[in-house]
C-alpha cells in the first residue's frame, strides 16, 4: 500500500533553516513532501522581464542544490493551486499539507479555498505563523481593537517580545525527514514566458556593521549603507526571527523599521479595503489629477527634481529605491503633481523587488496624508531641501542623473511653492475642518 504522506508547500519563507512550517510537518511523524507552485494566476499579472520570478527560479535551485545532500528536492509545479493540488491528492495518500500563514486578502481567499479542497478529500490543512513575530490578532489594545497609531503598537509590540521572546524553529536539523526523490529538471524560464539571464541582487545576509550604523546612515542615499534585506523578508529567504534578534542586539531604528512592516500588516488585516481606499475615508474626496503626461515624467524620472529623478531611475533599472527617497517622490507625486496615490502605489508594486502589499500601501497612504498615522496633510517635503539635506553633495542623484547641472537636464515641471499652494487648497477643499490631521 502507498505510504501515507504530509506536505510542506512553500510559498514566502523560501529557505530551509528557522521555517516554522517546514519544521511542523517535519517533526510530525511522517515523511514530508516539500513542493512549490510557480502560480500562473500570479504569474499571469506580471510581465516577461519582471525580476521576481527569476529570483525565485533561481532560490528554488539553490534550494535544491541544498536538498541534493539528503538525496530529495522540492517539486516544483506549475499551474493554479487548485488544479495541482487535485493532481498531488490523486498521486499521493496525504495526510496533511503544512503551510506557513500569507496575510494578502488574495493569499487568504487562495488558502481557504485549498483547505476546503484537501479537506474534502479526507486530509488535513495546517498553518503557522512564520513571516512575522506577531500578526494581526496579537497585538491589540485593552479594549480588544487593533492599533492604528505607530507609536503604542511598537511600545505593545516591544512589550510583548521581551516577554515572550522570538524563538526560533530548528527545521535544518530535520531535513533526514524529507522524503527521498531524484533531482527532477525544474520548468525554465522560458516555457513559464518569462526572461532568464543574470541580475545582481541583494546579498542574503545579516550584516552586522550595517545594522549597527543604520540610524546614523539610512538617511543618505548616496552612502549605500541600508541592509537591503526587504527582498529577502518578502520571499522569506531570510528568517524574520533572526532580524529581529540582530535588530535586538545592535540596533533599535532598525528594529523600528521591522515593527513597522508588522504594523503595517495587521492594518491590512483589519482594514483590507485600505487596497483601493483611503483608510481615512475623507481623502477619497480629493479631486486627483489625471494628468498621464505627468505621471509619464514622473514614471520616467524626468521631473527636473534632481532628488525625484534619481529614485525613479534607480528604481526602473534596479528595483529597487532608497527608503529616503521613496518618502520624497511620493510626495512628489501625491501633494506636486496631485495624482491618486493609488497610480503610484501601482507603479511600485510593478517594480520593487521588495515589494510588500501591505508596507506599499501603507507607505504610500502616508505620504498623501490619507493613511492610518500619517503626517498632517499640509506636511509637504520639499525636493530641493531634501536634497540639500541628505545629498548635499549630489552624489546619490550624480550617479543615476548623468545629465544633472548640464543643458541636458529638463526644466522643473512644476514650482515648488505653487505646487504646495494648491495642494493645499485642494486638500481643504476635500476636507472637512478637523479632519485634516
Given at each position: ?338 495624482i491618486d496615490w493609488r497610480w ?77 499652494n494648491r495642494c493645499l487648497k ?12
Open positions: 500500500m502507498t505510504e501515507i504522506i504530509n506536505i510542506f508547500w512553500f510559498r514566502r519563507d523560501l529557505r530551509l533553516n528557522d521555517n516554522r512550517g517546514l519544521y511542523e510537518a517535519l517533526k510530525a511523524g511522517r515523511k514530508v513532501l516539500p513542493v512549490f507552485i510557480f502560480d500562473t494566476e500570479i504569474l499571469s499579472k506580471l510581465k516577461p522581464d519582471d525580476k521576481r520570478v527569476l529570483f525565485i527560479h533561481n532560490r528554488i535551485g539553490e534550494l535544491n542544490n541544498q536538498l541534493s545532500a539528503f538525496n530529495t528536492c522540492i517539486s516544483v509545479y506549475y499551474g493554479t493551486p487548485t488544479d495541482i493540488f487535485s493532481q498531488i491528492l490523486r498521486e499521493y495518500r496525504v495526510e496533511t499539507v503544512f503551510v506557513n500563514r500569507d496575510y494578502e486578502p488574495a493569499a487568504i481567499r487562495r488558502d481557504k479555498d485549498i483547505a476546503a479542497l484537501i479537506s474534502g478529500s479526507g486530509a488535513g490543512f495546517r498553518s503557522f505563523k512564520d513571516q512575522v513575530l506577531f500578526e494581526a490578532g496579537d497585538i491589540l489594545k485593552p479594549d480588544g481593537k487593533p492599533y492604528v497609531v505607530f507609536t503604542p503598537y511598537s511600545r505593545k509590540w516591544l512589550e510583548k517580545m521581551h516577554h515572550d521572546g522570538i524563538g526560533r524553529y530548528s527545521s535544518e536539523s530535520m531535513l533526514p525527514t524529507l522524503i527521498r526523490q531524484d533531482q527532477s529538471q525544474m520548468l525554465s524560464l522560458e516555457k513559464m514566458g518569462f526572461h532568464p539571464g543574470t541580475f545582481r541582487f541583494p546579498e542574503m545576509s545579516i550584516q552586522e556593521n550595517r545594522i549597527a550604523g543604520y540610524a546614523d546612515h539610512r538617511n543618505f542615499p548616496g552612502i549605500d549603507l541600508t541592509t537591503r534585506l526587504g527582498l529577502h523578508l518578502r520571499f522569506g529567504t531570510i528568517s524574520v526571527r533572526d532580524c529581529i534578534t540582530a535588530g535586538k542586539a545592535l540596533s533599535q531604528a532598525w528594529l523600528n523599521e521591522l515593527i513597522w512592516r508588522e504594523f503595517f500588516m495587521q492594518i491590512l488585516a483589519f482594514y483590507p479595503s485600505v487596497t483601493n481606499r483611503a483608510f481615512k475615508p475623507a481623502y477619497d474626496r480629493i479631486q486627483w489629477s489625471g494628468n498621464e503626461n505627468n505621471f509619464q515624467r514622473w514614471c520616467e524620472g524626468t521631473t527636473g527634481y534632481p532628488l525625484v529623478d534619481a529614485g525613479m531611475r534607480e528604481l526602473n533599472q534596479t528595483g529597487f529605491m532608497h527608503n529616503r527617497v521613496r518618502m520624497v517622490v511620493a510626495s512628489f507625486l501625491t501633494k506636486h503633481l496631485l503610484g502605489e501601482a507603479y511600485f508594486a510593478e517594480k520593487l523587488l521588495d515589494f510588500e502589499l501591505s508596507s506599499n500601501n501603507g507607505n504610500w497612504q502616508w505620504a498623501a496624508g490619507c493613511g492610518c498615522d500619517a503626517a498632517p496633510y499640509f506636511r509637504i517635503f520639499n525636493p530641493t531641501e531634501q536634497m540639500k539635506k541628505f545629498d548635499p553633495e549630489a552624489v546619490y542623484v550624480k550617479r543615476w542623473v548623468p545629465e544633472y547641472g548640464t543643458s541636458g537636464y529638463p526644466d522643473q515641471m512644476v514650482e515648488h511653492t505653487e505646487a504646495r485642494i486638500y481643504s477643499e476635500a476636507l472637512k475642518p478637523g479632519e485634516g490631521g
